[in-house]
């Protein structure tokens, strides 16, 4: 049974920095973050090919979000700075199934968490 357990949410002010965390017992190539915004639909924000660690970001968020993978905790982390209001959602992580590369391609991603809700 997969799980994918999301957390670090809370309310910051705009400015402000939140590291999202997500505890996996299932990795797989690609792994990711998205978000959904009240009335708007789910979005990649940033993914990592763990194989040889290249990332990508929306363009929302580049310089300004990082992902990265600490495969000794079995954990995802998205570090968030400088936060403005229209980064508020719910973020859930999600592994994906593709044996290479890294997309935000959502057919692709399998495995998803509950989510935990960001407000700025």
């Known amino acids: 049974h997969v799980q994918l357990v999301e957390s670090g949410g809370g309310s910051v002010q705009a400015g402000g920095s939140l590291r999202l965390s997500c505890l996996y017992n299932?990795?797989?190539?690609?792994m990711g973050w998205f978000r959904q915004a009240p009335g708007s639909g789910r979005e990649g924000v940033a993914a990592?090919?763990?194989?040889?660690?290249?990332?990508i970001y929306a363009d929302s968020v580049e310089g300004r979000f990082t992902i990265s993978q600490d495969s000794a905790k079995n954990t995802l982390c998205l570090q968030m700075d400088s936060l403005r209001p229209e980064d508020t959602g719910v973020y859930y992580c999600?592994?994906?199934?593709?044996?290479?590369?890294?997309?935000?391609?959502?057919?692709?991603?399998?495995?998803w968490g509950q989510g935990t809700q960001v407000t700025v």
């Open positions: 990592i090919y763990l194989g040889g660690g290249r990332t």
């Open positions: 999600a592994v994906s199934r593709a044996i290479a590369g890294v997309t935000f391609w959502e057919p692709d991603y399998k495995y």
């Open positions: 299932h990795r797989g190539n690609c």
